[in-house]
């Protein structure tokens, strides 16, 4: 007799196109039906890429081929393209692909002060140290940090259609609002103009070919986040926390409006993990131990790694260098490196 857990057990063998995490960890399957010795798998999918459901159906009806005994197997797959969100000044405009970017990712969190931004910085620095050609939108409107961090103050140039080309640093693609105000200027901006500008950073940045586009997001699930979820076709979203409990909290809540929408969460990072001291070698857990983990446990995602407070990593990341830039060898740059191993197969794009 064949049961769902046979199911499930050869359905995790199928890698999401792109990513070395397979389907069920990505919370595609939705159903299974079995009669008799027939197997009906119903999943659901956000994608505006024709090719990543083809490639999905055939990799699942060959893992449940292997069933012993099983007969005919259908898979179905409903394809959920996030809703339609409007533009301020202009007609709704539909989620999908940004012009020549494979994979637009997202890196958020609840709450802030859990080092998003140094994460997506590093990050970043990490995927193009594969090989891989990649682009960081910073689009913390009211906080921009992107500039800082990579040791640029240079306004964008544009195109002469309007388009704006991004500043490129470390090997990166980089555009940022904090590019376009004095350190000491604030950005005010009512709720339709934080739309525009945060499509304008999407669709009018000459970002030319890219492997991957990092989107450093602010914390919380406002304006920003909905405007994102709704008109951009995201690869998926990495969620930033510490180990205390009141950062889990919001983390939470971050990962589970992608959830919503039909996002897949590619796993937690863990930041701010532990201090090591420099003059004893002891570890200090100072936000506490294991909060990162549990939390992953919580959401059924993965724990993609853990970052130490790391005196080095602050100082190069005031030095407007990202550590995995400025020491590829600094135990913090090694741990991007397996994070980015995490998200990535070696064959990715």
Not at 129 to 143: E, H, I, K, N
Not at 171 to 181: D, H, Q, V
């Amino acid at each position: 007799m064949i049961t769902p857990e046979q199911v499930r057990e050869k359905l995790s063998t199928v890698k999401y196109p792109g990513f070395s995490r397979d389907i069920i960890s990505f919370g595609l399957l939705k159903d299974v039906k079995i009669t008799g010795v027939d197997v009906v798998v119903q999943m659901t999918l956000a994608t505006n890429d024709p090719k990543i459901p083809q490639t999905i159906k055939e990799g699942s009806e060959a893992a449940l081929a292997q069933i012993p005994d099983v007969g005919r197997v259908t898979v179905r797959i409903d394809i959920q393209a996030p809703p339609q969100a409007p533009q301020a000044g202009s007609a709704p405009m539909s989620a999908g692909a940004i012009e020549g970017i494979k994979r637009v990712i997202a890196v958020a969190s609840g709450k802030g002060g859990v080092g998003k931004s140094t994460v997506a910085a590093n990050l970043a620095v990490a995927l193009s140290q594969t090989g891989a050609s990649v682009g960081l939108c910073d689009c913390d409107l009211y906080g921009p940090s992107i500039g800082l961090m990579f040791g640029s103050n240079e306004r964008p140039m544009a195109t002469e259609d309007n388009r704006i080309l991004p500043i490129e640093r470390y090997g990166l693609r980089l555009m940022s609002m904090g590019f376009l105000l004095d350190d000491a200027s604030p950005a005010i901006l009512r709720g339709p103009m934080v739309t525009k500008y945060t499509q304008q950073f999407l669709r009018q940045v000459e970002w030319g070919e890219l492997d991957y586009l990092i989107l450093d997001l602010p914390p919380g699930t406002g304006d920003i986040q909905l405007t994102i979820v709704q008109t951009v076709a995201l690869a998926g979203a990495v969620i930033v926390t510490t180990p205390q409990e009141v950062a889990l909290i919001d983390a939470r809540k971050a990962a589970t409006m992608f959830q919503k929408v039909n996002v897949p969460v590619l796993g937690l990072i863990e930041n701010m993990s532990y201090f090591v001291s420099p003059s004893d070698g002891k570890r200090y857990d100072i936000f506490g131990q294991g909060g990162g983990e549990r939390e992953a446990a919580r959401l059924k995602v993965p724990l993609l790694g853990q970052i130490p407070i790391d005196i080095p990593t602050r100082e190069a990341g005031d030095r407007g260098q990202p550590v995995t830039a400025a020491d590829p060898a600094n135990p913090v740059s090694q741990a991007f490196k397996k994070i980015v191993e995490h998200l990535t197969q070696s064959s990715s794009v």
